[in-house]
């Protein structure tokens, strides 16, 4: 299966992507490391981008002329897009941890860290913990940023 490029992360990051390769874009996400990396480059990208909350309407309303709506009638004002987006993350990041946790990799971990002690070499669990543990603090950091 093909990569997909930091710009089209961007992309997705903005939920400017359609359906059909949302879905193909987050069963990547699963299965590749790479594509996880750039995709957290690529939220965080966008973190920038973004006017505040409180930010000019101006910028707002230029953005909603370009989203092209399936149903005109509906106009949803920007600022909940934005929080709805943030909750979908955060829901993807949860939602990472949960697949960790019922795979049984956090306790396999558990019997894997005595032995990791002794010989010192990266897991593949360990990789996976740190990358779920940076995708939260992401958040966490984008709360923050928006709680200012
Ligand atoms: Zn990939």
Not at 4 to 33: F, G, N, P, Q, V
Not at 120 to 138: F, V
């Amino acid at each position: 299966m093909r990569h997909i490029a930091l710009e089209e992360w961007k992309m997705y990051a903005k939920d400017e992507t359609d359906e059909d390769m949302r879905i193909e874009y987050e069963e990547h996400l699963y299965s590749c490391d790479q594509c996880m990396v750039l995709y957290m480059e690529a939220v965080d990208a966008v973190q920038e981008d973004l006017p505040s909350i409180e930010g000019p309407s101006l910028y707002t309303d230029e953005v909603m002329e370009r989203i092209p709506f399936e149903n005109s009638d509906v106009r949803k004002p920007s600022r909940k897009r934005w929080y709805e987006e943030k909750v979908f993350h955060y829901v993807l990041a949860t939602a990472m941890t949960l697949i960790l946790m019922a795979t049984g990799i956090f306790s396999e971990l558990l019997k894997v860290t005595s032995e990791f002690e002794k010989n010192r070499q990266p897991s593949i669990t360990e990789n996976m913990l740190l990358k779920t543990t940076a995708l939260l603090d992401g958040v966490e950091k984008v709360e923050e940023q928006e709680a200012e």
